[in-house]
């Protein structure tokens, strides 16, 4: 007896051979028939499917896999990691950028709460209130999610929590002794058992005090003997690295090389953005120079442009390196902000560091952000109107005009500052184009007040593929599928194949987009985040069950998996 028939659509099977019409039956969570499907749901046994999905006039493809991701937090309150499911994603990686929840020892949740504030944006409130803190051990916390896990979970061991699991408070001073990293491979090792996919490491981030991440104090030789522990299970290193700077950025692909070559391991490195001229091309050409090496490394793109949203009266990636914006972003109380922003002498030194006059890049950057919404309706008329046009009807400068015009709407006014990266198609193909790049690495669940994060995959599938003709939908749908699910092994998923698990989803081609942005207070204590749903994703199926669908939203099905772990 079949448990669910995908009937009637345009199968993409995520292997990149040419679409085909096709029903799809599910048994007991897998794959067990792509093909005819007898009228009454069965093959061959004369009983009815327990369920149908009509995909007639859609297309059918393996769920979608985001490799970036931070709803490590998240999970706690949200089984489904919305809206992921919304936009056909089944299976998420977690524990990027050397932060991850597990393990770690009870007095040090603090500390790593506020280090994913720092880096990611994330309220304190939602650590204090919606994390159901219960572990100390990664294995722990594997065993806690899966109570309740409505999307698949592939999760990284952060470095800097394992360094500050085996080495306490001088994790975040010192390099560790030879002990110290035997104590780490151990535990990395019993993470790996236990499902996680890798371990992420940093080489840039700083913590909320302004000092290095612990992952960035690690000498080489820790790094090489964590990766020596990664090799034993053919697990992923991921790096964020001097992602800036081409020289930087080539001499960390160096490294990741090396380390590919002698472990036998996969490696990654997030993000390749195209923010400085000829930054793209050189990484590209140093990729294959590389992969003619053997080493095995991936760059992670996000296929559209990142505009960042900031707000005077919240911490922001916009304005925090600007000289003595973070003290005053950073300030508990709404009074006390204003009253800063109201002291001439402060106001100067804020003005004079956010609109530097010998710094023409960060002065464009002011000129072009605008207004994207107001508390105050009275304030409504500047609504879309960048700084610029604001500051020359006010005489004033674009940083006087922007403290201005959040003084009056009581900081409730957020700005947008347009995308600065990312934007040039040509480019953007020839990044997306190429076989060391992988595609979905969204960054969704953090910056939840900052960055724009969901939907990267109706980008490529309406943009990119549809609209723009950049790729055939086979070639896209295989990036974002059986790709990843091979460079990050991912037993039996990303194909609509039968013995793979069902992770299936069902889109209209003609209509599928990223959605309309939403202000929302949806998680613990009221915290609002910005969010966008999904367009033209019609039905999202985990492991054979329906787990969500346009007409019908969430269900009550809780059939995530550990992605990373062989399950029968």
Known sequence: MLDLVVRGGLVVDGSGLPAYRADVGVHDGRIVRVGTVDTDGTVGTGTEAACTVDATGRVVIPGLIDIHTHFDAQLSWDATATPMLEHGVTTVVTGNCSLSLAPLRADQRGRMSRMFGQIEQLPQALFEDGVDWSWETFAEWIAVRERSLGINLAPLVGHSALRMYVMGDDAHERAATPREIAEMQG????????????????CVDIDETGKPVP????????????????????????????YWDATALCQRIDELAELSIRYQIPTTFSPLLDQTPGLVDTVLAHLDAISSTGGRIYAQVQPRGID???????????????SGWSQVLRMSD?????????????????????????????REQLDTAYVSAVGDRS???????????????RGVTPAEAMIDVAVADGLETRFTKPPSSNCDPQTMGRMLGHPAVLIGASDAGAHVRGFSTYGDTAVVLGELVRDRAMFSLEHAVKRMTS???????LPDRG???????????????????RGVEVDVADMPTGCRRYLRGSVGVDATIVNGCVAWTAHGGYTTHRAGQIASRRVA
Not at 215 to 242: F, H, K, W, Y
Not at 349 to 357: C, D, F, G, H
């Open 215 to 242: 992952s960035r104090l690690a000498a080489p030789e820790e790094i090489d003997a964590l990766a020596e522990t990664l090799g034993a299970a053919s697990a992923m290193l991921q790096m964020v690295p001097e």
């Open 187 to 202: 535990e990395l090792a019993r993470a790996l058992a236990a499902g996680a996919v890798g371990l992420s490491v940093s």
């Open 483 to 489: 790709d990843l699910a091979a460079a990050w092994n």
């Open 334 to 362: 709404r009074d006390d902000q204003l009253g800063a922003y109201g002291d001439p002498e402060i106001r100067s030194r804020l003005i004079a560091s956010a609109y530097p006059s010998d710094d023409p890049v960060r």
């Open 308 to 322: 960042v949203n900031f707000m005077l009266s919240e911490w922001n990636f916009a304005l925090y390196r600007c």
């Open 495 to 513: 194909l609509l194949r039968p013995g793979y698990k069902a992770d299936i989803t069902v889109f209209d081609p003609a209509t599928i987009d």
């Open 379 to 393: 304030l409504s008329s500047l609504i879309g109107r960048n700084l610029a046009d604001i500051a020359r009807e």
